[in-house]
């Protein structure tokens, strides 16, 4: 079934570490996001590619980084990991930008996540 | 700018009888409106969704959510609970001038029990 695929499902890794959460696609969509959801709390966007356009949040720390190599793979590299940084990570994708002009929305992957010793 | 409020945080029912979850929205234009549900340790999954063609809008698994605009709200309803209903559930919105953007409320977590 075509899908959005997060690799690995759970990491640890340490203060400080530099750590990269995998997200791929089989749906061909031209959009590519990534959210940070803590605990108890609602999903944040932190940035997204439309085809290879990065689009980052105002308020995204630059200690988060994303890479799009092609149309089906996006990273998430987190350069140096703090505690504070410890959540879940969602990958999403949709077809088109625009969704309050569509019938499109965001399919959403089934999150990396991620722990800071 | 566009936010939504979701006014339980915690909502519990018996299997078998009616679900409300409720949701006020605050935007300066006729929004998109998402129902999405997340399971324990699960990605999101969408529900429903508004975009300003009928304003009730019929959703899988059963769940319904009515637009009202007069009220600003978007409230998410199923006759019937079912054990499987137990989750997390956020309303979103689109944003205005991104509308790649999706903000979601803080959550409404759903039990179900025997």
């Known amino acids: 079934d075509a899908m959005v695929i997060q690799n690995p499902r759970y990491q640890v890794t340490q203060f400080g570490k530099p750590v990269t959460l995998s997200c791929s696609q089989t749906l061909n969509h031209n959009v590519m996001y990534w959210y940070q959801q803590k605990s108890s709390q609602a999903p944040k966007l932190l940035f997204h590619?439309?085809?290879?356009?990065?689009?980052n949040e105002a308020d995204t720390p630059d200690n988060f980084q994303s890479r799009r190599p092609n149309t089906s793979f996006c990273f998430l590299d987190i350069r140096s990991p703090g505690l504070g940084d410890a959540a879940m990570y969602l990958c999403a994708t949709s077809r088109v930008p625009g969704l309050a002009l569509s019938t499109d929305t965001q399919y959403f992957g089934p999150g990396t996540r991620l722990t800071v010793l | 700018a566009q936010s939504v409020t979701q006014l339980d945080s915690h909502v519990s029912v018996s299997e078998g009888t009616p679900v409300l979850l409720r949701c006020n929205y605050s935007s300066s234009y006729s929004p998109s409106l998402f129902w999405y549900v997340q399971h324990p340790n699960k990605g999101l999954q969408l529900l429903l969704k508004?975009?300003?063609?009928?304003?009730l809008v019929k959703g899988i698994n059963g769940f319904e959510a009515e637009f009202k605009k007069s009220e600003t709200s978007f409230h998410l309803t199923k006759p019937s609970a079912h054990m499987s209903d137990a989750a997390e559930y956020f309303c979103?919105?689109?944003?205005?001038?991104?509308?790649?953007?999706?903000?979601f409320g803080t959550g409404t977590r759903l039990q179900v029990f025997p």
């Open positions: 508004y975009t300003s063609a009928a304003t």
């Open positions: 979103v919105v689109s944003a205005l001038y991104n509308t790649d953007k999706l903000i």
């Open positions: 590619y439309y085809d290879k356009d990065f689009n």
